[in-house]
């Protein structure tokens, strides 16, 4: 049994509570790892630490920070095949993407905050009988909050920027997917980086997660989770003046015209619909079909949804694994008995999935795939965060937008279209945060990453991520 410790002032702890909770594999249900549940008396431990750590990572040349950085990148490497495994035991996600998008990934996040950060420059304002300049300083000790879905990926995400930006950081994986986090903080103490600059607790997100959002001692909260987590994360920091930066649900639109390149387009939304399990908050959930190739796209969609193989996470074969929890597969079994109250017609998902002995306890799902669901249904309107799809029609450019906006969510939407024109009059007034037309989930570091209305606030990726995690301050000098 692996006996998962926090990592405060450099060294790997127990929680000052002795208590531990299970973390389960969700492909054959079973324990195999103890996480430290985390209180009060751990994040005081951790703020003593980041507190002394501060003057000292703030000041440091950011070559020197960047250094770190680029150890701890190679380090992920080094340990790809490791990492991989964990994660896609502790997730339940095929190996196979664990080894060429998570830990790749992971590693890519520490090295372009590395380089980011030397190339990173302020502004300066020249006048008739002045000059300002900005500097940007640290914000000082930041809270780094992710989610189960791409455990190390997501984590790194936050924590690569803020650390190279000089600040000292307090995170939390989510208790569900704990294991890389862990193994993460190991390879930190490798590295050599300095103790208490960055410091991990784990434990459950409404105790720990909420401790470390309530303490004033926190200038910054990057997170990544869902809406009713956010809003209340944005209620407790309001009143504090904190900075926030909020990457929430999403129902993602996907728009598909008649004159895209088809097999692209149901090549690419098989993927968005369906990769990790459907449980990426960038993945397309409602699919509009121009009405003219509804029948056509439906019929290719359908035979490449059948053929996906769900499996063993450890077989190559595999295109999907099983969900991550119990908890989350009762939820969209559950949007699976809703989306047929409310009318759906099922197209796929029910036949029986193969699995041998030690894998018939898993959390596996078929990918689902419905039609005939009017836009306003909660199938439709609600997040799922699972391997469930509708097909829609529309008719004509403005109803795919209205249908589109007809959200309370605004992620990422695709536009699938040979007409550049019309692609480019789509992306202007579609109300998401990210547009990718005739291609899905294609990230560049360097562009601004989130979402508008309850998707989120603020963005991350590239600059924007150092602006969030400094703080501005104008000096000006009169001739
Ligand atoms: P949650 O909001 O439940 O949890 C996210 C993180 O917050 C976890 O670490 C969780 O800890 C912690 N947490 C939970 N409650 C609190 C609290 N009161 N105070 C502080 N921290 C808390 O989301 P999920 O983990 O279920 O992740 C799925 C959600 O994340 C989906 O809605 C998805 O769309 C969204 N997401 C958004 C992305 C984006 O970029 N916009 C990317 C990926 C996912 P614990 O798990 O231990 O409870």
């Known amino acids: 049994m692996i006996k998962i410790a926090n990592y405060i002032d450099g060294d790997l702890v127990p929680p000052k509570s002795s208590l531990y909770m299970d973390d389960v594999n969700p492909a054959t249900a079973e324990v195999f790892a103890q996480i430290p549940l985390s209180n009060q008396d751990d994040l005081k431990a951790a703020i003593n630490s980041a507190n002394k750590a501060f003057p000292m990572w703030s000041k440091m040349s950011v070559e020197k920070r960047a250094n770190y950085l680029m150890k701890i990148s190679s380090l992920i490497k080094e340990n790809l095949d490791q990492l991989a495994q964990a994660e896609s035991q502790d997730t339940g996600k095929p190996l196979q993407l664990a080894r060429v998008v998570d830990i790749p990934r992971a590693s890519a996040n520490m090295e372009f905050f590395a380089h980011a950060i030397t190339q990173f420059s302020s502004e300066s304002h020249s006048g008739k009988n002045s000059i300002n300049y900005t500097l940007r300083r640290p914000v000082g000790l930041v809270a780094c909050i992710s989610p189960w879905n791409l455990p190390l990926y997501l984590f790194t995400w936050k924590i690569a920027p803020a650390l190279a930006a000089g600040n000292c950081v307090i995170a939390k994986p989510s208790e569900i997917t704990p294991y890389t986090a862990y193994l993460f903080s190991r390879l930190c103490i490798e590295a050599g980086l300095p103790k208490g600059v960055l410091n991990i607790l784990h434990g459950q997100g409404p105790e720990i997660g909420n401790t470390i959002v309530e303490s004033e001692n926190i200038k910054a909260v990057s997170f990544t989770g869902g809406t009713t987590t956010g809003r209340r994360i944005a209620e407790i920091s309001a009143p504090l003046f904190r900075k926030v930066s909020l990457e929430l649900g999403g129902k993602n639109p996907a728009l598909v015209f008649a004159d895209c390149d088809l097999d692209k387009a149901v090549e690419g939304l098989v993927r968005a619909s369906f990769t990790n399990q459907g449980e990426i908050c960038l993945c397309a959930s409602r699919i509009y079909i121009e009405k003219s190739i509804y029948e056509q796209f439906k019929g290719k969609f359908i035979d490449k949804v059948k053929a996906l193989k769900v499996g063993a996470p450890d077989e190559q074969s595999s295109k999907m694994g099983a969900l991550v929890s119990a908890q989350h597969l009762d939820k969209v079994r559950r949007y699976i008995a809703i989306a047929k109250e409310e009318g759906g017609r099922l197209l796929c998902g029910e036949e029986p999935i193969e699995l041998e002995e030690k894998y018939k306890h898993g959390y596996f799902l078929r990918p689902h795939v419905f039609e005939n669901l009017p836009n306003t249904c909660r199938t439709n309107q609600e997040e799922i965060f699972g391997p469930l799809v509708s097909l829609n029609v529309f008719q004509g450019e403005e109803e795919a937008l209205l249908l589109a906006n007809d959200s309370e969510y605004g992620l990422a939407s695709s536009i699938w279209t040979n007409d550049l024109s019309k692609a480019n009059r789509i992306a202007d007034q ?27 606030l603020g963005r991350e990726g590239g600059l924007e991520a150092l602006r969030f995690f400094t703080e501005p301050k104008n000096v000006c000098i009169e001739f």
């Open 430 to 456: 579609i109300e998401t945060g990210i547009v990718w037309i005739n291609c899905w989930m294609n990230r560049d570091l360097r562009t601004p990453f989130g979402g508008m209305k309850n998707s989120g």
